[in-house]
């Protein structure tokens, strides 16, 4: 079967434009801090948002649930009495930022980035702790929702196992890592750190919508 044709939208970029591929895409928002980006799946429908604006459309899921109507019975709707975070990279490594929002509203509670050069399991795994604090500080009993079982990994061992290497263009990050492994070697914590269902619910809340 061919591959299903994409077309993508950069607003924000080294040169902003409609692209017919990742790789086009790719070049001209690697290393652009706050790049906006998202694909479409029709040149009319890329045109449509490029005319527009990426906040019409950054928000919006970019799949529904995929399984039975048994599965969705046998997983149960998500808390709601939560926080959900996720992380997007332009690369790998690349331009990186992570957020977390209320679960229920979308209303985002905390943001971080864009780092000039990151990963996205950095992202996934900075997020999860920096909700950690923050539903410390307001000693909040909700729940995390994270889409990265990766992430969830890192933070029970309490180390994040990235192979990215230490340099001057990503300093601000390393620190940020430095001071999250910290964090959860200095801190006992009773939040529930749960897999959000993509496939049952859709797109995490906290989503970029990029994808």
């Known amino acids: ?26 070049k001209s928002i690697d290393g652009y801090a706050g790049a906006e980006y998202k694909s479409f799946e029709s040149f009319d429908v890329a045109k449509k948002a490029y005319n527009g604006s990426y ?6 899921k970019k799949s529904a649930p995929t399984l039975s109507k048994q ?14 975070v996720d992380a997007a990279s332009s690369g790998n490594p690349g331009v990186m930022e992570y957020q977390g929002v209320d679960t229920k509203t979308g ?13 996205n ?12 604090a923050f ?6 009993d909700r729940l995390i929702y994270t889409d990265s079982r990766t992430a969830m990994s890192w933070v029970r061992k309490k180390k994040c196992n990235t192979k990215l290497t230490a ?39 906290a989503d970029f919508g990029r994808k």
């Not at 079967?1 to 790719?26: H, L, N, Q, T």
């Not at 943001?111 to 990151?118: A, E, T």
């Not at 399991?121 to 950690?132: P, Q, S, T, W």
């Not at 539903?135 to 909040?140: I, M, N």
Request: aromatic content about 12%.
């Open 1 to 26: 079967m061919a591959k299903k044709r994409k077309f993508y939208v950069v607003w924000k970029g080294k040169k902003p434009g409609i692209y017919e591929s990742w790789k086009d895409c790719k």
């Open 55 to 60: 906040a019409d459309f950054k928000g919006k």
């Open 71 to 84: 599965e969705l019975l046998k997983i149960g709707q998500p808390n709601y009495h939560s926080i959900s």
């Open 107 to 119: 209303k985002k509670l905390f943001k971080q980035g864009p780092f000039p050069q990151g990963t």
């Open 121 to 132: 399991n950095i992202g996934e795994f900075l997020a999860i702790v920096h909700g950690l």
């Open 135 to 140: 539903l410390k500080e307001r000693k909040s």
């Open 167 to 205: 340099s001057a263009k990503n300093a601000k990050l390393f620190n940020l890592i430095q001071r999250a492994e910290d964090w959860l070697n200095k801190n006992q914590y009773n939040t529930v750190i749960v897999k959000w269902e993509t496939k049952a619910w859709g797109e995490i809340p």
